[in-house]
């Protein structure tokens, strides 16, 4: 084997009949997803469709020409280069197109059987010299989203509606957060679901998928994924549902990624594929807070409206087919704005850390359309937030955990510590702990088959409480300034204060009954 050094990084070797030239490039690989905004001059941002195609191949055998056709649903990419003068600034290009392969890695799905953008307004857009207009997507959605689901408040909607559109936008943005719908039956969860197949990019509803076959669809269709009756998420024995839920764990954020080993001629090369994409849950019952934390809950309640509650969303409501046709327009034509406007959207969000992240992308969207004449967008979402924020709170308080101990030891522990003979005042064992625990899950919502001694013990240690060895053993300090520390570390009291500020009136009813849901009775929030 020969080795010829050339300058500029290229390199060349012979290896018996076969030559390799290495070149090492001066920029990064750029990848085309199936939402792309290119950083160069001409700001050409880039979205994946799948079009009706006909296929001619022509191969010759000496003096024969043999031509096949085939006929599939193919992918494309449709550009919009801004910069450019009209009407040469608007493309449609085959994935596999020289050109691009030659400048791009593209990383799509080459067919799909759906045909999401009307391909009559694909050439009907690439004709008009002005942007579309940004408040008929919008305001067409929101009438379609009244016509079949019925909510609670107009933030609601129009949060649905934001939520919607964004799936469009989700790649400009570091996180897109899940929607949760739960409810009772016939509250319009799975029906919420079936609305955003039809108006939801690259959405995908199925009964049926395996986690394996979610980060392929991911990777290649950059797909708006939607799960109904996720309650199995709780079932340890399902391995299916485990999968499913582990990448969802980390799928609302940008650069995750499941790592598979593909085997060829017994060399396994790992690959990478995306989970990052818009994801939309159902269920009745609650599944883990681990998962719950990177969802906005959408709590559904049975319509008592009729005519909504007899009205399905289905294909032949043409308003789906305009919608999504603007959704793709929009994308084209305001990627670049939406993208720069996310930078200013940060003061008027009141929460922070993961939180922000997830709403940080309808904030921006609300912000666009209020600068394009659409009033009250920006408020409504910034109430949703301040709600959500504090129910999600609560839910903590109820669901999780760690919330049921400190409201055990709050009431319980410190007592029953300070009673210990043999220890100093405030250490008591795990064992005794336990047993008072046991005696009172019930009153605590605490499932003792499952939540064991050894489960204490861990939580106690996460929760930052001190062990030392005593005169009855390894014990734990259970006191009332070590439980106000840890209470305020988890934020109890700002949360309540949260609490009773979203709600509308603040009589001393409603405060006793928020102090209560977060398990800090009032006469002991006066003592600390």
Not at 458 to 479: C, D, H, Q, Y
Request: aromatic content about 10%; some cysteine.
């Amino acid at each position: 084997m020969s080795q010829k050094i050339k300058p500029d990084n290229i390199f060349e070797y012979d290896k018996g009949n076969t030559t390799i030239k290495r070149i090492i490039l001066n920029d990064k690989l750029k990848i085309l997803k199936p939402q792309n905004i290119l950083n160069d001059e001409d700001q050409t941002v880039m979205i994946l469709v799948y079009l009706p195609e006909k296929t001619i191949r022509t191969i010759k055998h000496g003096k024969k020409i043999l031509k096949t056709e085939t006929f599939a649903n193919s992918a494309y990419l449709i550009q919009h280069k801004p910069s450019v003068q009209f009407p040469i600034k608007k493309y449609k290009i085959p994935y596999d197109a020289p050109e691009l392969e030659q400048n791009f890695r593209v990383d799509v799905l080459p067919e799909w059987n759906d045909v999401r953008w009307d391909p009559k307004d694909i050439d009907k857009w690439r004709h008009e010299k002005t942007p579309t207009e940004p408040t008929k997507v919008f305001e067409l959605m929101l009438a379609t989203a009244k016509k079949y689901l019925d909510f609670s408040d107009e933030e609601d909607y129009i949060y649905f509606v934001l939520w919607n559109i964004g799936t469009y936008f989700y790649r400009l943005f570091n996180a897109y957060p899940y929607n949760d719908y739960t409810g009772t039956k016939r509250a319009g969860k799975t029906k919420s679901l079936d609305y955003q197949k039809h108006v939801c990019f690259n959405a995908i509803m199925s009964p049926d998928m395996s986690g394996s076959s979610i980060f392929r669809i991911i990777q290649g269709l950059g797909a708006t994924v939607l799960l109904d009756e996720t309650e199995q998420f709780r079932n340890r024995k399902n391995d299916n549902a485990q999968q499913i839920r582990t990448l969802l764990l980390q799928g609302f954020m940008k650069d995750q990624f499941a790592i598979r080993s593909a085997s060829k001629d017994k060399d396994f090369t790992p690959t990478l594929f995306d989970l990052y994409s818009p994801k939309s849950l159902a269920h009745i019952n609650s599944f883990d807070d681990v998962l719950a934390d990177r969802c906005i809950p959408q709590i559904m309640k049975r319509s008592t409206n009729r005519k909504i509650s007899d009205t399905w969303p289905e294909e032949k409501d043409h308003s789906f087919q305009q919608i999504r046709n603007l959704c793709y327009r929009l994308f084209l034509d305001y990627a670049n704005e939406i993208y720069k406007l996310k930078e200013n959207t940060v003061n008027l969000l009141s929460v922070s850390g993961r939180e922000l992240l997830s709403w940080t992308p309808l904030i921006t969207l609300a912000l666009f359309f209020e600068n394009h004449g659409l009033s009250g967008l920006v408020k409504a979402i910034q109430t949703k937030v301040t709600t959500s924020s504090a129910e999600r709170q609560l839910q903590d308080e109820q669901d999780n955990y760690d919330y049921k101990i400190v409201e055990f030891l709050d009431r319980i522990g410190i007592e029953v510590a300070e009673q210990v003979e043999k220890n100093p005042k405030g250490w008591i064992t795990i064992s005794k702990l336990y047993e008072h625990l046991i005696s009172d899950s019930k009153e605590f919502g605490i499932n003792v088959e499952w939540f064991s001694r050894n489960k204490l013990s861990n939580t106690l240690r996460r929760l930052g409480l001190k062990n030392e060895k005593k005169a009855e053993g390894i014990s734990w300090l259970v006191t009332r300034q070590s439980i106000a520390e840890v209470k305020q570390m988890l934020g109890i009291q700002d949360a309540a204060e949260t609490a009773k500020s979203a709600e509308t009136a603040g009589s001393d009813t409603n405060e006793t009954a928020t102090l209560e849901a977060f398990a800090i009775p009032a006469e002991n929030s006066k003592n600390e």
